[in-house]
């Protein structure tokens, strides 16, 4: 088939690259244009307008799918267009430039997780699985009829990780979905089930009760790690808390949110235990290791704080 493939970040570059390498045709890459990066705010291209460039492909940008962007894909007369992490609202008049119409990767097991953040809602949620499924664009979030999924498990310590993960087990099965669709065998299964959404994450989603069992603390810090970044208070300042995993028998005392070490270890007291903390960020400086953010200060405790406060 010729296709368009959309897509913006890091996460969408390896379906960029299978697609590229199988039978179908790709006729332009569509991306978000360029943006700034870094303290510099330095304009720089997105990852799979890097790797399209790289491939020889025609790229086009658009923050918004309206105006010439329609123009561009309606003289491309593609059969279909494949969505990876694009980042603007496909509607009416942009999936109508496709015969067979557009079609994204999405990286949850609909219906679950409809939205911009599955896999953070996932981890937050303290779910052990979860999978990427392949379903047709229509005017909903995330609605439409599924071609392909595939269950994986959900073990890793934070987002990058598992985008990852699923980004490359995902690309497969997207290209195997436009095989079938080219071949007419594709079969468009309707979702069932009862939808859950996954929201953006903002800073205060990072914010850790410490009050909370450890396994809440721990899968809320997996689900905003490396971004925004789980964190806490300590003297009124934000301190962010990376690597923070299940901490063996600890037999110290202590006070919910006090940050000690224990055999060598830098453990942090939750509501029904400890957890192990690996790296400490404090406020306006460089992550560190968790031994050396308490050698020039000893024990800490970080600022009292629960859910019910936001």
């Known amino acids: 088939m010729d296709i368009v493939f959309a897509g913006t970040p890091d996460v969408a570059v390896p379906a960029l690259e299978a697609l590229a390498e199988s039978d179908h045709r790709i006729r332009a890459v569509l991306t ?56 603007a609202i ?3 008049a942009a999936l109508g ?27 937050i949620g303290g779910e052990t699985t979860s999978g990427v499924s392949v379903f ?10 599924v071609l392909r999924r595939l269950e994986l498990p959900l073990d890793h310590p934070d987002v990058a990780t598992a985008l990852e993960d699923y980004a490359r087990r995902g690309a497969p099965e997207l290209v195997a ?9 594709a079969a468009e299964t309707p979702q069932t089930g009862e939808p859950s959404h996954a929201e953006k994450i903002t800073v205060t989603d990072a914010h850790l009760d410490l009050s909370a069992p450890a396994a809440q603390v721990i899968d809320r810090a997996r689900g905003t790690s490396p971004a925004p970044g789980p964190w806490v208070e300590l003297d009124g300042k934000r301190t962010k ?42 406020f ?4 560190m290791n968790a031994a050396d953010f308490l050698r020039g200060r000893g024990d800490v405790t970080f600022d009292p704080y629960t859910d019910e406060e936001s």
């Not at 430039?97 to 953040?117: C, D, E, I, V």
């Not at 047709?136 to 439409?144: A, H, L, P, Q």
């Not at 306006?284 to 992550?287: D, F, H, S």
């Open 177 to 185: 979905a436009f095989d079938e669709l080219a071949a007419g065998t």
């Open 136 to 145: 047709r664009i229509d005017e909903g979030m995330d609605t439409g009829p």
């Open 32 to 87: 978000r244009p360029d943006a700034p990066v870094g303290r510099k705010r330095v304009l720089t291209p997105s990852p799979v307008k890097t790797r399209a460039l790289e491939l020889g492909l025609p790229v086009i940008e658009a923050s918004r799918l309206r105006g010439d962007v329609i123009s561009q894909l309606r003289e491309l007369d593609v059969d279909a267009v494949a969505v990876v992490a694009f980042g």
């Open 97 to 123: 430039t496709a015969r067979l119409g557009w079609f994204n990767l999405h990286f949850s097991l609909l219906p679950a997780y409809r939205g911009a953040a599955p896999i953070q809602r996932a981890l």
């Open 90 to 92: 496909a509607g009416p």
């Open 284 to 287: 306006g400086k460089p992550r």
């Open 241 to 282: 808390l990376f690597g923070l995993t299940p901490a063996p028998e600890v037999t110290a005392s202590g006070t919910v949110g006090e940050l000690t070490t224990w055999q060598q270890q830098q453990v942090l007291r939750c509501g029904d235990g400890w957890v192990l903390v690996d790296e400490v960020q404090p």
